[in-house]
């Protein structure tokens, strides 16, 4: 158990609508990563915030946004969903500190859009 | 910019054999963090070794050990005694070490079949 919780685990939904991912970090960490796995995309960074702040933004859509709350857990919001948007979405977290030995992965929410 | 290349996309061992991943980067950061990740068929992402760009040692974590030639840019891991349970995909990552380049950014990774 890496100690990040990711909920849900299966999401099935329709082209157009809307879904929330949430991710609680690992007691301690301050910095929460979104990352999008795909068959023809691989793994993809898409956002960074650490302590509640936008950090770093990779390959996210506008139609995808992301917070990090005050308790430091996160959440992955993405809207008007195409079938393309069917992926894996992993949180990770880590300390926030410079030279970090680690970065620990939820276990993934798998996202279909139908 | 930061870049992965795994150049196997598939390989077979015969269980106990030890078995390299090999894993190539390129990067402009002076300093970074190259880490290895196993992901079995149930999706997970499961944290095996890492290994700083300043460390003079290999790193080793048990059965996994890290093949680290900063000359030639490589990263390869190294499996011991392989066992069927190590059956999985494998991704080689780095990582930048300074404030908003922390993210992780992987190669395509490496599908490991173990044949008992």
């Known amino acids: 158990d890496s100690g990040v919780t990711q909920t849900p685990k299966h999401l099935i939904t329709a082209t157009g609508q809307r879904v929330t991912l949430r991710c609680s970090p690992r007691s301690g960490d301050l910095s929460v990563y979104w990352y999008q796995q795909s068959l023809d995309q691989g793994l993809q960074f898409l956002i960074q915030?650490?302590?509640?702040?936008?950090?770093a933004k990779g390959n996210i859509l506008e139609r995808f946004s992301a917070q990090q709350f005050p308790d430091l857990h996160s959440e992955l919001n993405l809207s008007s969903l195409e079938l393309g948007d069917s992926a894996l979405y992993f949180c990770a977290s880590s300390e926030g500190g410079q030279g970090e030995t680690e970065a620990f992965f939820g276990q993934g929410t798998r996202l279909t859009v139908v | 910019a930061q870049k992965i290349t795994q150049t196997q996309p598939g390989m077979f061992v015969q269980e106990k054999e030890a078995v390299t991943l090999d894993c190539t980067y390129d990067t402009s950061d002076p300093s970074y963090g190259l880490f290895w990740y196993k992901q079995p068929s149930s999706g997970e992402m499961i944290f095996l070794i890492y290994q700083g760009s300043y460390d003079q040692q290999n790193a080793t974590e048990g059965r996994y050990s890290l093949n680290f030639q900063k000359a030639r840019k490589s990263a390869n891991l190294v499996i011991s005694a392989s066992q069927l349970g190590d059956s999985a995909m494998y991704f080689c990552?780095?990582?930048?070490?300074?404030?908003?380049?922390?993210?992780?950014?992987f190669g395509t990774g490496t599908r490991l079949t173990i044949i008992p």
């Open positions: 990552a780095m990582r930048g070490l300074f404030f908003g380049n922390e993210k992780l950014t």
């Open positions: 915030y650490y302590n509640g702040e936008e950090r």
